[in-house]
């Protein structure tokens, strides 16, 4: 048989380039994985940072849905006061259903000329009932009438009353009530239908089941704001002629829903044009202007625009804005890293072809062509990586993210910032081949034996670098510390000069100590072998030491931030809930009913706080104070969840203690200790001395109003001291009372429980309402969970590397000196003897590795924080370690140790002592 | 000697030619004042003992190495002096180098005549892969990959790659190390037609085998050149400083390593002292 001539390939070297790595999958794999994170490290903040905005504005969005049309709401509600010419009102209404955001307008309207002496009424037969003029889109189509036909539908009580049936004659419009001879002016229409109305409504009963109704424009009467005027319910048409004839002052109303999936972008567009709007409707060279302008009758009408949507989205830029900031640092950490990752392994599969570098630069190939060829060979993953990266990301921010009910949308944006990452990374990979050719193609390096190399003192170098970068970072202000470009690097620095020491260590221990292993055993064989291989070893404990502590690392920041999110909101909000109560508690009855009534709870699960001020000299100033019922105070507080506030709970028995003074707790920043004494000075106009029982960091509701310290009181003692103007228990004490206590009901139920039951027991709910949501959204510590998430995502890549890191270099360990596998197995070991030393030697490393992780993340967690994005609210967040987190690490060791423990085995078993030694391929 | 030696220029020359490495545990001089001249067409092979210096003479004259003294001039170009560059040309378009370890001459993801025809191409040839082949045995091998071939399959394919594109010298440390007496043979007649095709062939060997097929032996020992054959007499080299090295088996007549010198006419005669005599 003859063979097939084969065929001579121009260009072989660049046509073979991009099949190369497919061809050694584990390479492969390893430069892929680098490029996605990469990719994804570039890609994933800016998706973070819409996916906050978003999830702010959701938030903010959901939290005033229902809300009356203004400025709680994010609707938007047009008012304006005179009948449009038709031109005008086209144009207006083309202008509101232009605005972007906003589902179509759905226009009310009403006469408002009523008032205490001027009634609305219709009139038949002489006989005369209230009913004011009024009319919504769709509504007389809901009563099963036309829309375009005159005439108006009553009540079916007030039909009954002025004994009219449909079809009928009546007048409508305005008559005076109060010592006036004018003469009533009507308008005359016809009865076009009646309706029946919704139980304790004017509105009919087929339109009062729209979920929306509650929010519809209704006429009051002036006599009973509680009551409705009855309705007579007019087509458009005829509404604007009724009007107009009963010289009635008409109020026109266009309501418009935001749309519930509203993004951030439309939201931002819509607050333009609807300022836009407000602005064109006084802006003479516009057309909406003149249109406003030519009413009937004559005399022009003026346009309202209300919506609480540009507060709204205020609010969701200024959230996303935090999150960002608080994300940056740990975002740039993360594209560094991956940046590293992708050079470090193109670097490590340059050496594993260190010979092929020799053979083009002996052969004379330019640099610029092996950069070019190594650009053409990381290409296809380059491409490769753009979706996976883009995939990674949009996983990691729906993971690790804020919390999104609309899911995740990958922008033209994103997909370009992908594209440009890729392309970054492929600059890399060539820069990095570029850098290795040309340190190669120098001569001297070309022969064999060498120059002797410049030795890098690099542990000193990194000790040095640890110690000045703590240096800087701890002697930045710690309010400002977190977001400190530098601050990102100490935990890699840390971790890995614990990982060096603690490797250099165990290395010396071991030689001091030399193990007990049987000799000719495996055991034996591996610490012959990896006594003089220091450089794997260190390499493959410093890999896996610097991953797992920055991992677990990782895991007590995230569990620290969402304790201290927690702790900081129970020191701004103080409870769940909280209302104020302005004057319910005061003064009234005998002595002792009013001090019973100052401090006993309203409602289950409630506790009165009465709040002052006082200054605690020699300090200037007034601080706040907190006048509490220990008991139930206890009982209703939030005590945070990491444990930081729990001081203050254990100290608040004391308030009730016999002291030399009033004794008071201390929260915040304060020269003053436990057990000093002073007094407290209540706006110069008498003072108390106190006895401090305890200082602590903070105290739930010791932010709520700012001070640098908040002094906590038992409130039955403090107000057996003060003078009785300002004694809130005094009869005809009021909370305009100058130098008085105001006083809250902290709750731990939702506002809604809150007020039935301070309704139930008679007190009044109107006051202001502060919840835990609401102090976490306005104090930026929402932004926080949301950076804690990413933190942890982060921490899952470290992990993810440190042990493809780990696998890559206990290969390379394993595979180092295979010869000698073969002459031993020539020499009669076995191959399950050679499998279990290779893996001791694994071993090894690793154990020395987990020993060094601990260490760092035990250094990390000790060290000041570094992690509080926001300081300025107490207690300070720091990193916490938990006991899953030892679970978590100890199953990655298990898992980590098992797979290099079977890698190596593998390895072993697969050379077998036939196997030809020969130096070359 | 060849007649054209007379009229054509040295293909590599060097005169005092002297390498030293550095390294952490002091300097090792590998060459002490070389001075040689490789002419084109002919084959020179250089022998010697382990350490004496041949595989750094052989780098250095295939342009991968710059001398610590002395003057080198490779085809026209004074390595001392020549930029990176200029060098990098040299060795791509000009010089076919045969390493002494063979995988360090081969591409190990391009099949056997890929690796040829791109060699090839760079020095500006268009075909002959096949042929390059052939010289050395390879041709039924030229669509495997070097992982397939056999350590002495390596070599040759070494040997085939160095020689692609006609290269005005070639360079080959120990070419045939690996090689059984046929396939040597047949690696050495590649390398004298490529010789006999003008250029200039520099090889290194310990085989006696090989060392009597070239057109000029040169012996190495401890960094010196002391002795140069051709077809017609051996002579020895005086370096520079006046040194001449004996052969071993002369030197055993001088147990005392003190020798007498006397003019003899138009000669010089050694002898030993008479005191050993």
Known sequence: MTRAPARVRRGALWRAAPLRLPRTPGWLLLVLVAATLFVASVVAPPMFAATARATALAEGLRAVAGAPYGPESADLRATWDGVLLADGDALLMDRLDALRGYGAPVVTASGVAQNRTRRAVVQADGRTRPSEIWYRDGAVAALGGDEDADGVWLAADVAGDLGLEPGDRLRLGLVQTFLTQTPPTLARTTLAGTYETAPGSALPAALADDPDSDRWFVPFDPDDPTQQTPLAIAGRRAFDRLVVEAGEAPLYLADLAIEPGIDPDD??????????????????????????????????????????????????DGTARTARDQVRPYAVAG?????????????????????????VSGLGLRPSRLAALAGLEALPVALLAVPLGLGLACLGVLTAGPPTEAGLVVARDDVVRAAVAAGVGLALVVGTAALSAVGTDSLARLSLLGRGRRAVPWTAALLAATAAVAVAVFTIDVTDRAEAPLTMALPVLVAGSVAVLVARAVAWLRSRRPARARPGGARWLATRRTGPVVREVTALTAVVAVGLGLFAYALTVHRGIDEGVTDKTAALAGAATTIEVAEDFRGG??????????????????????RGAAALPPEFGAEPLMAVDPDSFAAVADWGASGELDAGRELLPQLDREAEGLPVLLAGETDLEAGDRGTLDFSSEFQIPFQVVGVVAAFPGSETETGGVTVVADALRLFRLVLPTVHPGRRGSTSDDAGGFTSEVWSRDSAHVLRRGLAGAGISTDGEVSTRAQAQVGGGLVASTWAAGYVLALGVVVLVLAVAGALVLALRLADRDSVSDVLLGRMGWRAAELARSRAWEVGYAVATAVLAAVLASGVLVLVPTIVDATATVPPLTRPRPGLVDVVVLAVVLVVTVLVAWLLGAWRARRRHPAEVLRAGV | MPASEAVVDPAASCADLVKVFRSATGETHALRGIGLEVHPGALTVVAGPSGSGKSSLLTLLGARDRPSAGRLTVLGSDVGVASTRQLRTLRRERIGFVPQRSSLGVFPHLRAVDQVRQVGAWRGARDGAFDALASVGLDHRADHLPAALSGGEQQRLAVAVALAGSPSLVVADEPTAELDHANADLVVDALLAVAGAG???????HDERIMHRGDRLLRLRHGVLSSETTRRDTTAVIDATGRLQLPPALLDLFPSRRVVVEEDGDGVRLRPPRSEA
């Open chain 1, 267 to 316: 939201a931002a567009a819509a607050v333009t044009q609807v300022q836009r709007l407000a602005d064109d409707a006084f802006d003479s060279r516009e057309p909406l202007y003149g249109a406003l302008g030519a009413t009937k009758p004559p005399g022009g009408a003026e346009l309202d625009v209300l919506t609480g949507l540009p507060d709204i989205a205020f609010e969701t």
């Open chain 1, 335 to 359: 594209q560094v890293l991956a940046a590293a990752l992708l050079v470090a392994a193109w670097v490590l599969l340059g050496r594993s072809r260190r010979r092929e570098q020799l053979l």
């Open chain 1, 589 to 610: 009855g005998s002595k002792g009913a009013r001090t019973a009534r100052l401090v006993t709870p309203p409602a289950d699960d409630t506790s009165i706080v009465w």
């Open chain 2, 199 to 205: 250029a200039a062939v520099v090889i290194s060997s």
